[in-house]
């Protein structure tokens, strides 16, 4: 473990499942330990896959999320987690264990298919991928440059600009747009889309929430916090005419964004946590409309 690295050295994410049991994480008491040495063996599955692959990439550093924040420290994670934009942004690649369900399952597997191009990347419920329903992974997804997902068998790339999966043969770019390019399409021209850029910001937006809001947080507090890097991407692409983010919506958009409701009519549940004004899709744990 390193606390310390060059600005300009490339590295790689791992974005994971930690599953039912906690990963191997980096705590108080065990911080000046990993600083000296983490012993191989120790190392889940996962994560020694990953660091396998960034050696074949050639590259030296890996951020692993369990093993990078302190995760008894409260201080240090708050800290953390307003970067995970910067984190991911300006990694030269993230590595995504899509099919894995925790952390001792490793990136591969021999099972059938599931892609991840048009109808087979859809996250959210009905899915067996297990990445695909954590709500972290939402940003994880769409803000890295380069994504090397390892689905049940195959291997998927996805860049802002194309993918391309191994089930398409001679390993062809995929025939739609997948989410991040879509994203970054939207984040560089929203009027060219829709003819007006503020209708286009906040249909962009208003996906994106209603995707999001389908997805599985262990904690319901990190509504807000697991989508702020999205925000702070729109807000840097389209703020002078979105206006003030506010609690998961737009004030220039506001009278549009009061108009959600939960998904098949179901009755709002109760507030979780007070962590979000209550006129906000963000302060209840449904999926939205």
Known sequence: LTESAPDDVPYVCLSHCWG?????????????????????????????????????????????????????DSADWQVEASKMLSIYENSYITIAATASGGSSEGLFH?????????????????????????GWVFQERLVPPRTINFTDNVIVWECREMGICQCHRGNSELPTKTS???????????AGIYGDELVGAEKEWNDATE?????????????????????KQFAKSH???????LG??????????????CEHGKPV?????????????SSVANTIR
């Open 20 to 72: 039912k049991s906690q990963p191997l994480r980096l705590l108080k008491s065990n911080h000046s330990a990993f600083l000296e040495e983490i012993s191989w063996p120790s190392i889940p599955r996962t994560f020694r896959d990953a660091m396998i692959v960034s050696m074949y990439l050639d590259i030296e550093y890996i951020w692993i999320d369990s093993l990078c924040i302190v995760q008894d």
């Open 110 to 134: 021999n099972v059938p298919p599931a892609c991840l191009g048009d109808h087979h990347e859809k996250m959210g419920p009905p899915t067996i991928l297990p990445l695909m329903t954590r």
């Open 180 to 190: 991040k390019q879509k994203h970054y399409s939207a984040l560089r021209d929203a």
């Open 211 to 231: 995707k999001y809001s389908c997805l599985q947080l262990t904690f319901y507090s990190d509504r807000l916090i697991a989508i702020s890097g999205i925000a």
């Open 239 to 245: 703020g002078a005419i979105l206006g003030e983010y």
């Open 248 to 261: 998961g919506a737009w004030a220039n958009s506001l009278p549009i964004a009061l108009l959600w409701t």
């Open 269 to 281: 549940q109760a507030r979780p946590t007070p962590y979000a004004p209550t006129w906000s899709w």
